[in-house]
């Protein structure tokens, strides 16, 4: 048993908790009105002239937004340590805690799928850090991790 997550507990309580434990339920989140930190502990990916202004930006999915949201959420839960937080299915919207592997710091990625219902859709995901004021790098190879594996699932 890894004793750095009790340790950390004493400072940060959500790092001795496990899954989603130690955090409020998410409400639904308004994308467009966003306002990241000064840190450098978060990363947004979303369409182009989207606002706030993502650092990677995803071309629309030519498919329902129906059918996007369902393959976001089945990459989300194929990810090691990723944990429901909130869904808001008829939003389109869901939220998760991801817990690092050594230290159980919890960090936060919401998923939000827009468009109308035939499509084309887009993506918006949003991944940042709990505690802490740099995240290494984390967040942000996080969503490119998410986004290759949404890709390779439309690929089949």
Not at 32 to 55: E, K, M, Q
Not at 75 to 93: G, K, N, S
């Amino acid at each position: 048993m890894n004793p750095l997550p009790w340790l950390l507990s004493v400072v940060m309580p959500a790092c001795g908790s496990e899954g989603v434990r130690g955090l409020p339920v998410p409400p639904p989140m308004d994308v467009a009105a966003i306002v990241r930190p000064a840190s450098p502990n978060t990363a947004l990916a979303g369409p182009d002239g989207h606002s706030p202004a993502p650092d990677r930006v995803i071309a629309p999915y030519p498919i329902p937004p129906d059918v996007l949201y369902r393959a976001v959420r089945a990459v989300a839960r194929d990810q090691d340590r990723t944990f429901p937080a909130a869904h808001y299915d008829e939003l389109r919207q869901a939220h998760y805690v991801v817990r690092s592997k050594w230290a159980n710091f919890p960090d936060l990625v919401t998923i939000a799928v827009a468009g109308p219902e035939t499509g084309p859709s887009t993506l918006v995901v949003y991944s940042r850090s709990v505690y802490g004021h740099s995240d290494l790098g984390v967040n942000r190879a996080r969503i490119e991790v998410w986004l290759a594996a949404l890709s390779t699932a439309f690929e089949r």
